[in-house]
């Protein structure tokens, strides 16, 4: 990617909202230069904030503070970021990647690989439940494990500590820019995360938190974990919401017990009753679930088979298109393989009559476990 | 069944060994009076007990004390107890129902119905686990529940106070006679529960405490249940015990979660975590486990099919042996319906071949759930 290109894409960071579209699949087919041409062209809110914007001061910015920005085509880029593009929506939130990170510190982000386990819940914790996280955190990032959280006040807060405290890694995923940390009372760890560990932000130098930030940036603490961990959470919680979008990208959702008398553990108690989380009461718990090696699942395709010898372009090209374990919609196959959506359609039916991919039954596709 | 065969029935429960035999069977299908002959003229350690054995000293001893003796062939008996003629032994004691029991108290046996739950622990019990032990009976006692437990030390006694609490009813199962309440430091309570509730015990009057009575015991407390709720325990707990009798029933265990802090509730949680008990954190949950009117399964049968119409005598004779839903040996079959071992097998797969009966794998059989 040349320099200008790599600039278009900060540019488009820095004027897309996050979260409400596919814009990360658009720039991959179309190039960041042409979608970037188009929006400056747009009579809309989003072409006027393009054609006001100076996205060399934003990268001067990035550079002078020593955050860097990442993107799909960058080394340090994370796969698992990827997911979201084949994920449902949480809540008004869509589930598009990411068009580009500022991150800050001296942990890669490609380094958490499947490594990352987040430890979400309640600010208003209790002293129970900050132990738990905090033992939880401690015990994972002894095995190896990055922990992942949102910096928050509370549980979150908790988790980062957890991790330091035993000179573990941890990466705080925030809803503003990385230059004005969140919240304030966490300034002290944060700092010190963001200097030796991890900050991450979809938003550029100098955004505030707002509300919508927090749950569009909680995809991206699901998605940048093997695994997301609930440690207290009451009824109406944030971190219910990061759970939602572990599930949406079918990431294991694990949660910590506690007394039936705290109402922090009501949403705990809750998952685990109807399944939607397993129970885990420690580290060793928690590596049980994600396995030997972090690994979740199996790969779809056989690495020693060859599924794809027999196939014309365009079947070769739809199938191709597909992400090792992401479901697509017809759309957004269409657009990566370069074929007309009709076209696009008629292949996916003839690669299913091989067994070589499936449809879920909401209109995405998925590339078949055992491909004949 | 005459006085002199329920005196027959009462030597019986003295003299044999609780747990250790398909005893109850016995008395069914042979009677009383020719088990009773049978074992006198035995020349074994239980004929020797049977042949010194003054069943009228027991009769007058337990009307004296105002106890009452029950057996199969009494109104006041709760047919979930012969569930345990086909449930599997748990430890080194046998499944079978118990030859007969005493009682004491103003509350009838079979009231139970489906409507008893048991809640069970460990006698050192945590502050929390006592406090969650007694909130949760008294939740279930005033919804109607009744509540079950062994009137021991710490989980036990909560739970029976619980239901008190609220004017509730309970029910204490005891391993010793029931003239000789233990432990003696729940004195009081036991002796509440005897005059006002029930106390149950398969020990006649005079019997002592002892350990394998415990383990005996705990299988009538799973049998009279129609769920099992564990509070706490550690992970060497005779609460365990209990589950795995209710386990053995196929009756549902419940758990109820704690701090993941405390190592007494490292039991609940493990079971939780293998799928062997659902989470519960309320009256109110275990009312929904256990269903609307506490029926834990749909009839097997359907009322208003008639399986029967087109079998020859020995099918019928054979079909009829079964009960409602408990499995049974090809042994205990053949014993019930009066036919030879051998003949049993033919007739048995003659019915599984018409799809009335299927046999479990494990040497048993039961009726099928869809007769065609």
Not at 192 to 209: A, D, N, Q, T, W
Not at 250 to 262: F, K, Q
Request: hydrophobic share 45%.
């Amino acid at each position: 990617m040349r320099n200008d290109e790599a600039l278009d894409v900060m540019a488009l960071a820095c004027v897309l909202e996050p979260g409400q579209g596919q814009w990360a699949l658009a720039v991959e087919v179309e190039g960041a230069g042409a979608v970037w041409q188009r929006l400056l062209a747009e009579d809309t809110p989003v072409g006027e904030r393009a054609r006001r914007l100076d996205v060399s001061v934003v990268a001067r910015e990035t550079a002078a503070r020593g955050f860097r920005f990442v993107h799909r085509g960058s080394d340090e880029w994370l796969s698992g970021l990827d997911d979201l593009d084949g994920a449902r929506g949480v809540a008004d939130i869509h589930g598009g990647s990411p068009v580009g990170l500022w991150l800050a510190g001296r942990l890669r982000l490609d380094e958490l690989g499947a490594s990352g386990v987040a430890i979400v819940g309640a600010r208003a914790a209790t002293e129970y439940g900050v132990t738990a996280a905090s033992e939880l955190a401690a015990g994972l990032a002894e095995a190896g494990t990055v922990v992942i959280s949102g910096g928050a006040y509370g549980i979150d807060a908790a988790a980062h500590r957890g991790a330091l405290a035993v000179d573990g890694a941890t990466v705080a995923v925030m809803a503003c820019g990385l230059d004005g940390l969140y919240p304030s009372g966490n300034d002290a760890l944060l700092r010190r995360i963001r200097s030796e560990h991890l900050v991450v932000s979809e938003y550029p130098p100098g955004s505030r938190p707002a509300r919508h930030r927090f749950l569009t940036r909680n995809r991206l603490i699901a998605a940048l974990s093997s695994a997301t961990v609930i440690v207290e959470a009451a009824s109406r919680s944030g971190a219910k919401n990061t759970v939602a979008w572990a599930q949406a990208l079918g990431r294991p959702v694990l949660a910590i017990p506690g007394p039936v008398t705290s109402a922090l553990s009501v949403t705990p108690h809750r998952l685990i009753r109807d399944a939607e989380a397993a129970l885990v009461t420690s580290a060793a718990d928690v590596l049980a679930e994600l396995g030997p090696l972090g690994v979740l699942q199996p790969p779809l395709v056989d690495p020693h088979g060859r599924p794809t010898d027999d196939l014309d372009p365009a079947e070769l090209a739809v199938r191709e298109a597909f992400p090792a374990r992401r479901p697509l919609s017809v759309d957004e196959l269409a657009l990566l393989a370069g074929v007309a959506i009709g076209e696009c359609l008629g292949v996916l039916s003839s690669l299913s009559a091989r067994g070589q991919v499936e449809p879920l039954g909401d209109g995405r596709w998925r590339l078949a476990k055992a491909p004949t």
